[in-house]
Structure formats: structure tokens, C-alpha cells
């Protein structure tokens, strides 16, 4: 693994760093018969949390040119047409720096922008990363290597990719070892809004990987109150997975089934869940449970919130969901946080067998 990441490493060192402070020339170019004439184009940034409009052009011959400067290269979306019938056009976000970006269409209705060395690698990453999948390694080992491949690539660059690519490793990862990633960083790109960003989040993460939990309390389906502390104290229970969903949550929906399986093979054995729904009535609360034959315990923490709205989302400094802790009832403390699928069911089967 070390002499993966060490090459990765070698060939990502490659490329040239911007600093916050450093301007940036682009060009941006695409076109498809799905761009509608007399709608613009915009490209936005969320750096800093919260939205800014960089630039914009009107489409024509189902094509559109921007050609701009902004202070500093920054992470980036391309829109076409706002506010609710705005439609997001790239597949993810992109890296505007200098450079000519052209829109490319991979495969039917994905787009990405291509054509400069941060966005080259950033487009390379999902080939690079299927292919540890197909390695045919257990899954624990498949997360190790590919947190291997994502801190190669922060270590070689520390610019604005990095700071992308470390706002998705601080979903698993503690808020601790992205501080360290960040705290190498070059003067200069401490002032990034992106890095601000990260710094925020980090500081209001009470709880993150070996922090105890924060309990929360609200209503079962049942109308009783129960708190998440009253179920990690339960004599049987030896580890307690923390799980926020909602029925309207495609990826939490695909997780669900996950859950019932692991809890029906490690119940016995001292595995808990304690669900937290988000879910928008009582009805479709209901009908998840039903649905996902969900027998653990689990609360809502009041209807007609919305869930940024809600304490538990907040004291665990949520950034959507599907989101889950780990938590062992020896001493309370988070183990693991956003493990899903087989990575999760080979993690609790460490644990329990």
C-alpha cells in the first residue's frame, strides 16, 4: 500500500500549486443539443459556505464561451439556468483555474469539465478508484488504499483540489487528521474561503472519531421519549451504531437493509442501532419502519423542522445523510463514523466475533 500511495504521490507532485491570493484566466467551452437556446450558463461556488455567482453566458446553437478571471483558483459548479429550475450540469464539482476548460460528455447526461492538470486528476480519480475495487481485497482494506490514493494527491498538491477532496475525507474521517492535512498547507492557501470552510466545520464538530457522544432525545413511533444514552447503557449492549435517515434519502434507503441484516446477525451479540429520522410525517416515518422492517429504537425530534433545524443535526455537525456513528458502550466514545455497506459489516464483525 505504502509503495502505491508513494507513486501516486510522485506523479501528482507534478503539478503546479495555486495559492488563494494567486489570479486565475480561464476559458470555459461547451455544447450539446440538451443546452436550450436563451438559457444561461453559470458557473458557482459554495467556497466559504454559502453561494457566489463567478460568471455566466448565454447559450446559443445549443453552445456557450466564457472567458473570465477570478482572485484564486476555487471548486466550482456549471448550472444552467437558477433558482428552481436551475439544472446542474456538471456531475460534480470542478476546479476553475487558469486554463482551458472544455465540457465533456463521458457517458449519457454526465458531464465534466476536462482540460486542465487539477481537473485531469480529479476526472482520473473514479478509474483509479475502481480499480482498487476491483482489487478484490476485503472492503477494510479497500477503504485503507483508497485513503492512501486521496492523501498522495493532498500531499503532492495542497491547492484547491486538495481542500475538494478533503471536505469529502472529513465525512469519515476525524476532524483531527484533516486539521493535520490542512495545517501543511502553504501560507497562502490558509486565507482560501474552502479552507476557512473546513476550519469552521472542524471547530463545531463536538462530536467526531474519539469524542465521546452527545446524547440525543426524542419521541419513539410509540409517542415515548428515549434517549440515545439510555440505550448505549443497557447492560447488553457492547456497541451502538448511530444511524440519521429518512425514507426520502435515496442512499439512506439502499443502506437500510444493510442495517436489518447486520442487527439480525450481531443483536444477540451486543450490536444496537439507534435510528434518527428526518423523515418530513409520521406517515412516511412509519412507512420506512414498515417498509425496512426496522426494529431498533429510534426518535424524531419534532415534524415540521426542518432537519438543519434539529439539535442532534447539529450537535453532530451534520452534512447530510445518510450519516452514522460508532460508538462503544464501554466508555461512549465514537470508533467510526460514516461506514456503510460492507466496509461498516466488516468493521462490526471485527468487533464482534
Given at each position: 500500500m505504502k509503495i502505491i500511495a508513494l507513486a501516486i504521490l510522485a506523479s501528482a507532485a507534478l503539478m503546479t500549486g495555486c495559492s488563494s491570493d494567486?489570479?486565475?484566466?480561464?476559458?470555459?467551452?461547451?455544447e450539446d443539443p440538451s443546452f436550450v437556446d436563451g438559457r444561461w450558463m453559470y458557473v458557482l461556488t459554495y467556497a466559504g459556505g454559502h453561494e457566489t455567482v463567478i460568471d455566466s453566458?448565454?447559450?446559443?446553437?445549443?453552445?456557450?464561451?466564457?472567458?473570465?478571471?477570478?482572485?484564486?483558483?476555487?471548486?466550482?459548479?456549471?448550472?444552467?439556468?437558477?433558482?428552481?429550475?436551475g439544472m446542474q450540469i456538471s456531475a460534480s464539482d470542478f476546479i476553475l483555474e487558469t486554463g482551458d476548460l472544455v465540457v465533456e460528455k463521458p457517458a449519457e447526461g454526465i458531464f465534466l469539465l476536462a482540460g486542465t492538470p487539477q481537473n485531469d486528476l480529479y476526472n482520473d480519480l473514479p478509474r483509479r478508484i475502481a480499480e482498487i475495487e476491483a482489487s478484490g481485497r476485503p472492503a477494510l482494506r479497500r477503504a485503507e488504499t483508497r485513503d492512501s490514493l486521496l492523501h498522495a494527491i493532498v500531499l503532492g498538491n495542497r491547492n484547491a483540489l486538495a481542500l475538494t477532496l478533503l471536505d469529502v475525507e472529513l465525512q469519515e474521517k476525524s476532524g483531527e487528521e484533516v486539521s493535520a492535512l490542512l495545517d501543511s498547507f502553504?501560507?497562502?492557501?490558509?486565507?482560501?474561503?474552502?479552507?476557512?470552510?473546513?476550519?469552521?466545520?472542524?471547530?463545531?464538530?463536538?462530536?467526531?472519531?474519539?469524542?465521546p457522544y452527545v446524547d440525543i432525545t426524542g419521541l419513539t413511533p410509540e409517542g415515548d421519549t428515549l434517549a440515545l444514552g439510555e440505550v448505549i447503557r443497557r447492560p447488553e449492549c457492547r456497541y451502538v451504531l448511530l444511524d440519521f435517515g429518512a425514507l426520502w434519502c435515496g442512499p439512506c434507503r439502499a443502506e437500510f437493509p444493510n442495517l436489518a441484516a447486520l442487527r439480525e446477525k450481531y443483536g444477540s451479540r451486543g450490536f444496537e442501532i439507534?435510528?434518527?429520522?428526518?423523515?418530513?410525517?409520521p406517515k412516511r416515518w412509519r412507512e420506512c419502519i414498515e417498509t425496512f422492517k426496522m426494529?431498533?429504537?429510534q426518535v424524531h425530534q419534532g415534524f415540521g423542522r426542518a432537519p438543519r433545524e434539529t439539535e442532534a443535526w447539529n450537535?453532530?455537525?451534520?452534512?447530510?445523510?445518510?450519516?452514522?456513528?460508532?460508538?462503544?458502550?464501554?466508555?461512549?466514545?465514537?470508533?467510526?463514523?460514516?461506514?456503510?455497506?460492507?466496509?461498516?459489516?466488516?468493521?462490526?464483525?471485527?468487533?464482534?466475533?
Open positions: 494567486t489570479p486565475i484566466s480561464y476559458t470555459i467551452q461547451g453566458a448565454r447559450i446559443e446553437n445549443h453552445a456557450f464561451t466564457m472567458q473570465g478571471r477570478y482572485s484564486y483558483p476555487v471548486s466550482a459548479f456549471l448550472y444552467m439556468g437558477r433558482g428552481a429550475d502553504p501560507e497562502a492557501m490558509q486565507h482560501h474561503p474552502a479552507m476557512h470552510d473546513l476550519r469552521t466545520r472542524i471547530d463545531r464538530m463536538c462530536t467526531d472519531v474519539g469524542k439507534f435510528g434518527v429520522s428526518f423523515d418530513s410525517s426494529g431498533w429504537p450537535d453532530y455537525a451534520l452534512d447530510g445523510i445518510p450519516a452514522c456513528f460508532l460508538i462503544d458502550c464501554s466508555d461512549g466514545r465514537i470508533i467510526a463514523k460514516n461506514l456503510r455497506g460492507e466496509v461498516l459489516a466488516e468493521k462490526v464483525a471485527q468487533l464482534m466475533e
